[in-house]
């Protein structure tokens, strides 16, 4: 399958990441230089340095050939639009995009492009980088009574750890570790180093001692 991503903040680099470790492939595009370079670092995949609501680039990611086409910006407007170019220069049928505002979810329904909305996620996750040891919401599920997060283990020397000796919070699975370029899935013997990113399922009332574990306080 090929997947064409505008945007490559935390949520696009995920889905690229993910996309591109169960073999798809994927084509990113992003205005901000540093973006792209952290993907170019991170992955393999095609990155290109561009407004992904101008047809040029679009051409350039080869969006005619796309089985599907995801924005996933912080601008409703520019996800809208971008979806509508897909759909209309180059013919494809199956769009998809994140819609920060949850009373555009039926415009963009409407308009043929399939909705993923997140108030929760949107409020902690936004485009921007997050701290160090702090615990982000990817999505939630089940109504919101499991939670997907992440959790970046600090860069401070600390000793490896086995998944098995941290005694995680029986209602916790660690579901893959990103570390630099390669994803991890994780096992009881798996070690945990400083600087990877954690993504686990969890309960809500467990997330604060998930976090305090994985970052060893």
């Given at each position: 399958?090929?997947?064409?991503?505008?945007?490559?903040g935390r949520?696009?680099?995920?889905?690229?990441?993910?996309?591109?470790?169960?073999r798809?492939?994927?084509?990113?595009?992003?205005?901000?230089?540093?973006?792209?370079?952290?993907?170019?670092?991170?992955?393999?995949?095609?990155?290109?340095?561009?407004?992904?609501?101008?047809?040029?680039?679009?051409?350039?990611?080869?969006?005619?050939?796309a089985?599907?086409?995801?924005a996933?910006?912080?601008?409703?407007?520019?996800?809208?639009?971008?979806?509508?170019?897909?759909k209309?220069?180059f013919?494809i049928?199956?769009?998809?995009?994140?819609?920060n505002?949850?009373?555009?979810?039926?415009?963009?329904?409407k308009?043929?492009?399939?909705?993923?909305?997140?108030t929760?996620?949107?409020?902690?996750?936004?485009?921007?980088?997050?701290?160090?040891?702090?615990?982000?919401?990817?999505?939630?599920?089940?109504?919101?009574?499991?939670?997907?997060?992440?959790?970046?283990?600090?860069?401070?020397?600390?000793?490896?750890?086995?998944?098995?000796?941290?005694?995680?919070?029986?209602?916790s699975?660690?579901?893959?570790?990103?570390?630099?370029?390669?994803?991890?899935?994780?096992?009881g013997?798996?070690?945990i180093?400083?600087?990877?990113?954690?993504?686990?399922?969890t309960?809500p009332?467990?997330?604060?001692?998930?976090?305090?574990?994985?970052?060893?306080?």
């Amino acid at each position: 399958m090929y997947v064409v991503i505008a945007g490559g903040g935390r949520i696009g680099r995920y889905i690229a990441r993910d996309m591109e470790r169960k073999r798809h492939d994927v084509t990113v595009i992003e205005q901000n230089s540093t973006r792209c370079e952290q993907l170019v670092t991170e992955t393999s995949v095609l990155v290109i340095e561009g407004d992904a609501c101008d047809v040029r680039y679009q051409e350039q990611a080869h969006v005619d050939r796309a089985d599907v086409f995801v924005a996933t910006t912080h601008d409703d407007e520019n996800n809208l639009v971008a979806c509508q170019l897909a759909k209309i220069e180059f013919g494809i049928k199956r769009t998809i995009s994140r819609v920060n505002t949850p009373k555009n979810v039926e415009i963009f329904e409407k308009l043929g492009i399939e909705p993923v909305s997140s108030t929760r996620l949107i409020s902690e996750l936004i485009e921007n980088e997050f701290s160090v040891g702090e615990l982000i919401h990817l999505t939630t599920l089940k109504g919101g009574k499991v939670s997907l997060v992440e959790v970046r283990i600090p860069e401070d020397g600390r000793e490896p750890r086995s998944v098995v000796d941290l005694h995680l919070p029986a209602e916790s699975i660690l579901v893959a570790l990103f570390r630099g370029i390669e994803t991890v899935i994780p096992r009881g013997d798996t070690q945990i180093l400083a600087g990877d990113e954690v993504v686990a399922l969890t309960g809500p009332e467990n997330e604060d001692v998930l976090r305090a574990r994985l970052v060893g306080e």
